[in-house]
């Protein structure tokens, strides 16, 4: 199984956003399944990288050129790809993928885990989308979205898009026992 996983790049973030990336990283490793992630040497990206690797699992980066010259690149994988821009990254990390985590994260991470759920929607895939809800961090983005829904800008049909999850385990239990979902339309 390929997970991709997107996540902070930050170092300065909480130690329990540190605890659940290498919780993942563990149970991934642990399963054989194959990671793929955003390919930096920093924050929950570098945690979860490693712990796959320490426990066994295969780590697929998939990392910018733009973010290369950054210096930041990762080290010792098997496999790192360099992509011409950010469009190309997001969508090797789409084709190689079987399921999608969102660990917490900001910019990037919202605007890829956003994309795989409208891509869903649009009917381009039907894999698992799970958001890792790390100590309520998702929380207001919910709120945001319940909002959205009040004021009809988002359709409550598609919140069966994707599984807000709060540990480790339950994410991978979704993932492990997913059912396709049928193509609602909002019209």
Not at 102 to 108: E, K
Not at 154 to 164: H, R
Request: proline share 3%.
């Amino acid at each position: 199984m390929k997970i991709a996983v997107f996540c902070a790049s930050s170092d300065a973030i909480a130690p329990v956003y540190f605890e659940a990336a290498h919780r993942l990283g563990e149970r991934i490793g642990e399963k054989g399944w194959h990671l793929v992630y955003g390919g930096t040497d920093r924050g929950l990206m570098r945690e979860l990288a490693e712990t796959v690797m320490s426990r066994g699992g295969e780590v697929t980066g998939i990392i910018p050129e733009c973010i290369v010259q950054r210096g930041v690149a990762a080290q010792g994988l098997k496999r790192l790809v360099v992509t011409a821009d950010m469009k190309e990254r997001k969508q090797l990390l789409r084709e190689e993928a079987e399921a999608f985590i969102a660990l917490p994260g900001g910019w990037g991470t919202l605007e890829e885990i956003t994309e795989v759920i409208t891509l869903k929607q649009l009917g381009q895939h039907n894999r698992p989308i799970v958001f890792l809800n790390i100590a309520g961090y998702y929380d207001p983005f919910f709120a945001f979205i319940r909002q959205a829904q009040g004021k009809h800008f988002i359709s409550a049909v598609y919140d069966e898009l994707y599984q807000v999850v709060n540990t480790v385990e339950e994410a991978l239990r979704y993932i492990q026992d997913y059912q396709p979902v049928s193509h609602k339309e909002k019209y």
